[in-house]
């Protein structure tokens, strides 16, 4: 399809699309079948639920279904700790500043209901507590109404409440995720490593991409395929999550055999990287993990921003965000995000963009439904690689910037439901449909007579090609969740059924080398322009998965344990749509588990061990076109998470052994046909060790760091001398530090600051060991100034100074016989203003 490393950094990534026969069909029919009866059995639990709420406990709603909670909340100050409990249970507190003011708590240790824990931080101050739904409660004096907003009475204060939400962020620190469990879990009482990347560290450091923002996490490496701003080029324990692993509000975005969903950073709230195998709950997908991009969604605070951005390469960017309540019972909520840029980036690459996200909210006390909606235009270039001479890359471009390059359109509209029938059940129901539609051309030496014609020639032969390419896709998740007690034991108990379908239409052509297109090495001439071939290959693929899961989540005083297994069906055809011929078809089930065990001290330190496995249907071909086989997964992980009281810090110390069966892995492109083609390795393993820590050390002193050590190993290959070797591009270590300093009231108040360090060890550039990458170590820094902290008239205008790899630090990366750039220096300068 392309030249040096187009489509060989499209490894690992699910190919195709087409039509199928009539058993296919029959398939699909069964399969929505019993999605509607899912649907159904949901609808009849919701008109069952009074009978349900009549066998419940005669208790505060919220409270005893959730069984006992472990708390650790020490004595200070009230609304902080109002805060802590409202995250140790996951509900709701509303009250006013006013109403805490000046009022201390002597806190709360030990297992108990999460009531008989309000009661103890509210001792003595003079407050009570009422549950005003199943998930919110209201602290209020003996003699005022309960705070709502606008509410007024005598001896009451006429203030917005305070929402308290259980997955709230402190800065750097997230405290919860539902990404790991489905269900709204702390991350110091989950059984395995997740990262958040929260809004404000993506908004420090300047975040323009996914890759460029999970840089600072552990066990995650970018670049294996260098610069390459087509797709999210990202790995997790040595796995590519550019396809497989790519969610984004717990639904996957499918990608085609070329064309994957952008995400534009900006329209996101935060990113939860969860490492290890995740299939249990989300159905196929790599040992690695997942990567969950939460979109911002509204909310009951009120968001007004705009911004202006300039940078390198002639970028120009203006964005906003508005956000708040529609009523005054805050029943409406809505958001609305876009974005806008133009300009170029490293290599001359296109970097343009047009992005709207809006979002609304329908809630009352029991129900919540927001729509989701985005629309989206890119354009970059479809060859983005350098030329390769003597085994090495040049500077050079091996396409055209001027002939080449690759819009994408793409919609998607979904929307998240929520229903709590009674103190006892909840059902979710998440649904995303989206289309993208590619249309590209380019430059390249790999087509008939391209190339250098021997390793003396300067000259490099070019031919053209076209991408043509339109996929959809459709998901829904059903959840139907229960909190209850049996005895001591407290149980949050989820069972789930998901569908997904995918349809995928690739073409594809290329032209022989064109004197026309050549090029000389050492006066070499950008600015062609020319004709765009016809696509003469165009291949289809359909893809079905249907998954049914349980999870229960147990608390026993201070252990946790939790237990999960999924069973999935996944159909999958691939057609040759000239010729209309099926060239491959394949059906594949698989049972898929994991289970944990936990004990969180009181101290804030909590040791784990999990086990989990994976299932990963593919629809990569070998060089003869036959599907491979599915690959396989399973991990054990031993951890210590340490979180103390006060939310100051989170540290995760992870070790694992990791395995994969069946392994397809890039071998190499077919130019005649447009399609790249691999082969199972057999079997890899992996040895880990990952430190990762997040800290507030000091008033305005943030810090993010992060060790990653892996031993990675081939152990099974179809090719001998890659038995014993290391995978590609698969550093064995990586580390990075992020410091990020505000100065407190003073000469310079306003002005804050970042500076952070990466580095990325040695790899080889190929299976056989006998290419090595150097290592590289990369600096980025940030300066900021609030201009509202020394004149209040300015109060919400702000001013960024980013600058990514400051050394302009471009790493040659070979790999799997090609060889890459990194992306060298970019400075951006922002002006924001909120109100």
């Not at 004990?599 to 061990?609: E, H, I, M, N, R």
Request: hydrophobic content about 35%; proline content about 4%.
């Amino acid at each position: 399809m392309t030249t040096s490393g187009k489509e060989n950094s499209r490894q690992g990534r699910a190919r195709n699309t087409s039509r199928r026969g009539l058993a296919q069909g029959q398939r699909r029919a069964s399969w929505r079948g019993a999605l509607l009866l899912a649907s159904t059995a949901a609808a009849a639990l919701h008109f069952a639920s009074p009978a349900l709420a009549q066998g419940a406990p005669a208790q505060p709603a919220g409270t005893a279904s959730r069984g006992a909670v472990a708390f650790a909340i020490p004595g200070g100050p009230l609304g902080p700790a109002l805060t802590q409990w409202a995250r140790a249970t996951g509900l709701k507190v509303l009250f006013s500043s006013e109403v805490v003011r000046n009022l201390r708590t002597n806190g709360v240790s030990g297992t108990m209901m999460p009531d008989q824990a309000l009661s103890r931080l509210l001792s003595g101050t003079g407050l009570s507590y009422n549950f005003t739904g199943a998930t919110t409660v209201a602290i209020r004096r003996a003699t005022d109404v309960v705070p709502v907003a606008g509410a007024s009475s005598e001896g009451a204060i006429a203030l917005d409440p305070i929402d308290v939400q259980g997955d709230g962020t402190f800065g750097y620190i997230a405290t919860r995720s539902d990404a790991g469990t489905k269900t709204n879990t702390p991350l110091i009482e989950t059984p395995r490593s997740i990262t958040v990347i929260t809004q404000k560290e993506m908004e420090d450091r300047g975040v323009q991409s996914v890759p460029q923002a999970v840089q600072y996490t552990a066990g995650v490496t970018t670049g294996a395929f260098g610069y390459d701003p087509r797709f999210d080029q990202i790995y997790i324990r040595g796995f590519a999550e550019t396809t497989l692993g790519d969610y984004r509000d717990g639904l996957r975005q499918y990608s085609g055999a070329y064309t994957t969903f952008s995400t534009e950073p900006y329209g996101l709230e935060r990113i939860d990287v969860v490492k290890g195998p995740a299939a249990v709950l989300y159905g196929q997908s790599t040992p690695g993990g997942i990567i969950d991009r939460i979109s911002k969604l509204p909310t009951t605070r009120e968001i007004r921003e705009v911004v202006a951005q300039v940078g390198s390469f002639g970028h120009l960017e203006a964005a906003f965000d508005l956000g708040g309540a529609g009523d005054t019972n805050k029943n409406f909520l809505y958001r609305i995000v876009g974005l806008g840029k133009t300009g170029d980036t490293n290599y001359d690459i296109a970097d343009d963009e047009l992005m709207l996200a809006p979002s609304f909210t329908w809630r009352n006390e029991d129900t919540s439904f927001t729509v989701i909606a985005l629309a989206q235009k890119d354009e970059t270039d479809a060859n983005v690689a350098m030329i390769n001479r003597l085994s090495h890359t040049t500077k050079l471009r091996a396409s055209d910037p001027d002939y080449d390059y690759q819009k994408q359109t793409q919609y998607q509209i979904g929307y998240k439901f929520e229903h709590t029938f009674n103190d006892m059940w909840q059902f979710r129901q998440n649904l995303r449909y989206g289309t993208a539609d590619v249309d590209g051309r380019y430059l390249t030496g790999s087509v008939t007579g391209g190339g250098f014609a021997s390793t003396n020639s300067l000259i490099y032969r070019r031919g053209a090609a076209v991408i043509d390419e339109s996929l959809s896709s459709f998901q829904v998740d059903n959840q139907l969740q229960a909190n209850f007690a049996t005895g001591e034991v407290g149980h949050t108990v989820l069972f789930g059924l998901d569908y997904g379908t995918m349809t995928d239409n690739l073409g594809t052509g290329t032209s022989a080398a064109n004197a026309a297109y050549a090029l000389n090495i050492l006066y070499p001439y950008y600015g062609l322009s020319g004709t765009t071939p016809a696509v003469t290959t165009r291949t289809g693929t359909d893809f079905d998965q249907l998954g049914l899961y349980a999870q229960d989540q147990m608390k026993l005083g201070n252990w946790r344990f939790s237990l999960s297994g999924r069973q999935d069906w996944t159909s999958r055809t691939q057609t040759n749509l000239l010729t209309d011929t099926v060239t491959g078809d394949r059906d594949d089930n698989a049972f898929t588990y994991s289970a944990g065990l936990l004990y969180l001290f009181d101290s804030g330190v909590a040791p784990y061990v999990s086990y989990s496995t994976s299932f990963q249907p593919t629809s990569n071909v070998s060089q003869d076109g036959a599907v491979l086989p599915p690959a396989e997964g399973k991990q054990i992980e031993v951890g210590l998470k340490y979180q103390p009281a006060g939310d100051r810090m989170l540290v995760t110390v992870s070790l694992y052994k990791l395995d994969e069966t069946n392994a397809a892995k890039y071998a190499g492109y077919n130019g005649t046909t447009g399609i790249s083609y691999y082969q199972s390795i057999g079997e890899i393993s992996t040895k880990g060790v990952e430190v990762e820590g997040r800290f507030r050390l000091a008033d305005g002193l943030e810090a993010i760091a992060a060790y990653t050590y892996s031993d990675a190993e081939i152990v099974n290959s179809a090719t001998t001398t890659e038995i014993g070797r290391v995978p590609a591009v698969t550093p064995r270590n990586v580390a990075s530090l992020w410091a990020n300093y505000t100065v407190q009231p003073g000469l310079l108040y306003g002005t804050s600051g970042g500076l952070g360090l990466r580095y990325t060890g040695q790899t080889y550039g190929n299976n056989t060991n006998t290419v090595i990458n150097a290592a590289y170590t990369m600096v980025d820094a940030a300066l900021r100034y609030d201009f509202g902290k020394t004149n209040p008239k300015l109060t919400g205008l702000s001013a960024a100074l980013n600058a990514t790899n400051v050394f302009n630090v471009m790493p040659e990366v070979c790999n799997a016989g090609l060889c890459y750039l990194g992306q060298g220096r970019t400075v951006l300068g922002t002006l924001k203003y909120q109100w």
